[in-house]
């Protein structure tokens, strides 16, 4: 499965760049459609031959795709995100290892009504892009695959639109949580005789995003994204992204990702992810 993987990422790549060969940007443009994509490809690799001071060979590559699809009107809003990321390590004669495993797409619509902020109505999809590990064990435990489980998130309510700096909304939301095999993040744990493969939840939803240029070659991206069930106002979920990019040239940047995730249904701890990287970067659109 793993190399399938590879092979539709490739694919991603590819027809991105063609998207960029073909598109024709009006710069001038008030009203109409806008694309961007931004894709990246950081590898580290050690290779060690009778060294005497000890190691092992390791090889680690992870690839990010960010693309948007916006269409501005007069009186419409129409925005579109997509986070793709996906990385493997080896270390010496181990097999490889999932090391990233993740794809975020989110749709907004909006209208304009000549208030501060606008009615909207959003959808979120979010699940894992291929076979998912544990490895605190050995043999390695499979905890996830392409949405199993997989989340979808619909929210209504009025958003805030800073232009490109600050963009928050709050609404509220109705989640459809997908399951097969891991049942673990649908089943409904007040019915002891059966294991759902599938969980509907409503509540509040709240996503607030933020992009600053702090400097001429270094930016800060941010979203945060929380959810809670009316029946537990007290307890919410909490997704909160952070990624800072420092460019070196045109096509080499250094780029710190920081992910914050806490959802009681995945687990009681605080989940964290950092990553530090060194590697090509092209913007496609």
Do not use: C
Request: hydrophobic content about 35%; proline content about 2%.
């Amino acid at each position: 499965m793993q190399y399938k993987t590879v092979v539709v990422i490739f694919l991603i790549l590819v027809l991105s760049i063609e998207i960029n060969a073909t598109e024709n940007k009006d710069s001038t443009k008030v009203f109409g459609w806008f694309p961007s994509a931004k894709s990246a490809l950081n590898i580290s690799q050690i290779s060690l031959k009778d060294w005497s001071q000890g190691g092992s060979n390791s090889l680690t590559w992870v690839f990010t795709l960010f693309s948007g699809l916006d269409y501005k009107g007069e009186t419409w809003h129409f925005r579109n995100n997509l986070k793709l990321a996906y990385g493997r390590t080896k270390l010496g004669e181990e097999d490889f290892k999932t090391n990233d495993n993740e794809l975020y797409l989110e749709s907004i619509v909006s209208r304009k009504i000549g208030w501060a902020i606008d009615p909207f109505f959003s959808n979120t999809v979010r699940t894992a892009i291929s076979e998912g590990y544990s490895y605190k064990k050995l043999p390695p435990t499979k905890i996830a695959n392409f949405f199993d489980p997989g989340y979808l998130t619909q929210s209504l309510g009025f958003t805030y639109d800073g232009k490109k700096v600050f963009k928050t909304r709050l609404g509220i939301a109705v989640q459809e949580v997908f399951t097969n095999e891991y049942r673990q993040y649908s089943d409904d744990k007040s019915t002891k005789d059966k294991v759902e493969a599938f969980k509907l939840e409503t509540g509040f939803e709240s996503v607030t995003d933020t992009e600053i240029k702090v400097d001429k070659n270094l930016s800060y991206k941010a979203g945060l994204r929380l959810f809670s069930r009316f029946e537990s106002l007290d307890v919410w979920d909490i997704r909160w992204d952070n990624l800072v990019t420092a460019k070196v040239n045109s096509y080499v940047n250094v780029s710190l990702n920081f992910l914050i995730v806490y959802e009681k249904a995945q687990s009681y701890k605080t989940q964290m992810k950092q990553t530090l990287l060194l590697g090509l970067s092209y913007t496609i659109i």
